[in-house]
């Protein structure tokens, strides 16, 4: 029998009992995975084909010598296959290889070869799960239920405390999936109004009139409600000036905290001190070890996650809470932590004055020579050169302003000079310690060279150390 089928049950845990009847009936001849490779121009499907075959019983009575013929499809090879009409089957015929029936048990399956097999059990079996290392596990963020009523601006923020001081009481920094950067975040200046379950809002006048205009949008829905299409939110033992979702653990988010998202598209750990409350895309532990922090963000557990954290449109992963909680962390020696401490409060330090220091150029872009949006090309400042600066700032300015004359490019090299330059050196900064961290990692859980060496021939997408910075030796 042969099936083409979505690749999810492979690793997930409600596949778990048809992985075993499979290994049980010593039934695998043939899997190929071509995982993201684009079969359909619609939809990211995880395809792959298996072929089964159930064997005499004779067959079972010896099944160590069995060998099961296997293949991760490279995303890219399929386009260039398919565009030059090459064979299909020729390209897995020579690219196959080999694995004992063994290896496939009700565990989660793995394709690649002993090495990669061998690798991962060694940094599974050094590490101990991350709830048991961080003495906790991840809490999800909050989800308000409507944002456009909880969530609001400096300048209104500003209003409300004004109207009513103790309104400050309730009003919280907010951050968002898309403010997670690595090492530290990059908050947008949201502010959320948490009415948390229970508050009493009458405490809070200014508060109360502001969401007033939303109230049909905020109401909960009864129970016993009928109807085509209710105009407020979700059933639930809530108020309908309260924030949506319970939150019991809300005095977690005041505490410092090591934040992720909850859809990875590369390693992006980032560590908080300034009691943000995020939304219900990130996850968090309330625990700001620096160390677990350096671990998370490294390129070991970036390639032990591509091969454990289930996979998601366009190469994403999703560190959801179940398999978080069990992910290996090795314990450092003291002399290890302390190294990998140092380089990770460096990194802080250059992330967040990197942010504030491109904050104020783009301000100055923006009041000295009208470039209202910076684009792709100046948001990544850092990479270009005079020429292509300058080249960018001419596209981005309005139509009404001036033309570039000499005056302006001489201000423009200035500020180029001042302001782009130390950011190219605190990257180049940043790039050194990355590394230092990566190797450092790799000691904790006690890699040697051939394993290293495995790690870096086997890297998935977006490994570290070319994650906005510059392509890495190793690769």
Same mark, same amino acid.
């Given at each position: 029998m042969s099936y083409i089928v979505t690749n999810k049950w492979m690793r997930a845990g409600y596949g778990q009992s048809l992985r075993a /009847? %499979? @290994?049980?009936?010593?039934? /695998?001849? *043939? =899997? $190929?995975? %071509? #995982?993201?490779?684009p079969i359909f121009e619609d939809a990211d499907v995880f395809p792959c084909i298996l072929v089964l075959n159930k064997p005499q019983r004779h067959d079972l009575e010896d099944t160590s010598e069995r060998q099961v013929n296997v293949l991760n499809f490279p995303r890219e090879e399929l386009s260039r296959i398919l565009q030059k009409k090459q064979s299909l089957n020729s390209y897995v015929q020579e690219k196959s290889h080999s694995l004992p029936h063994y290896r496939f048990t009700s565990a989660p399956w793995n394709l690649e070869g002993s090495a990669v097999d061998d690798l991962l059990a060694k940094i599974r079996r050094v590490g101990i799960p991350l709830t048991e290392f961080a003495g906790l596990k991840p809490y999800r963020g909050v989800l308000t239920g409507l944002n456009e009523a909880f969530l609001i601006d400096e300048r209104t923020k500003n209003r409300l405390i004004h109207d009513d001081p103790r309104c400050a009481e309730i009003i919280k920094p907010y951050l *968002? #999936?898309?403010? $997670?950067? *690595?090492?530290? @975040?990059?908050? @947008?200046r949201v502010w959320m109004i948490f009415t948390r379950r229970g508050i009493d809002i009458d405490?809070?006048? @200014? =508060?109360?009139?502001y969401l007033l205009p939303f109230r049909e949008q905020l109401e909960p829905k009864p129970k016993n409600w009928v109807g085509e299409q209710w105009a407020g939110r979700k059933a639930g033992s809530y108020q309908w000036y309260e924030i949506q979702d319970a939150v019991d653990y809300w005095s977690l988010f005041e505490r410092p905290k090591i934040m992720y998202q909850e859809i990875q598209f590369h390693p992006a750990y980032c560590l908080d001190t300034s009691g943000l409350f995020p939304n219900n895309k990130v996850f968090f532990l309330a625990n700001p070890n620096l160390y677990l922090l350096a671990v998370l963000n490294s390129p070991l557990m970036w390639w032990h996650n591509w091969r454990y954290l289930p996979h998601m449109k366009d190469e994403a992963l999703s560190p959801i809470g179940e398999k978080m909680e069990v992910l290996p962390i090795a314990s450092p020696t003291d002399t290890l932590r302390m190294e990998i401490e140092q380089a990770v409060t460096r990194l802080i330090q250059i992330g967040r004055a990197s942010q504030e220091a491109r904050q104020l150029l783009f301000d100055w872009l923006r009041l000295e020579f009208e470039v209202q949006e910076p684009g792709r090309q100046l948001m990544n400042v850092v990479d270009l050169d005079f020429q292509t600066f300058v080249d960018e700032v001419r596209k981005r300015r309005s139509k009404t302003a001036k033309k570039i004359t000499p005056a302006t490019l001489k201000a423009l090299q200035a500020g180029y000079t001042?302001? $782009?330059?130390? /950011?190219q050196q605190d990257k180049a900064e940043a790039l050194r310690l990355e590394r230092k961290i990566g190797d450092l990692v790799n000691q904790a859980y006690g890699l040697t060279e051939e394993e290293i060496a495995v790690l870096w021939k086997t890297a998935p997408p977006r490994m570290p150390f070319n994650i #906005?910075?510059?392509a890495d030796a190793h690769e």
């Open positions: /009847l %499979f @290994a049980q009936e010593g039934a /695998l001849e *043939r =899997i $190929i995975d %071509f #995982g993201h490779s *968002r #999936g898309q403010d $997670i950067k *690595r090492w530290s @975040a990059e908050w @947008a405490v809070y006048p @200014a =508060i109360k009139n001042e302001q $782009i330059e130390p /950011l #906005g910075l510059v």
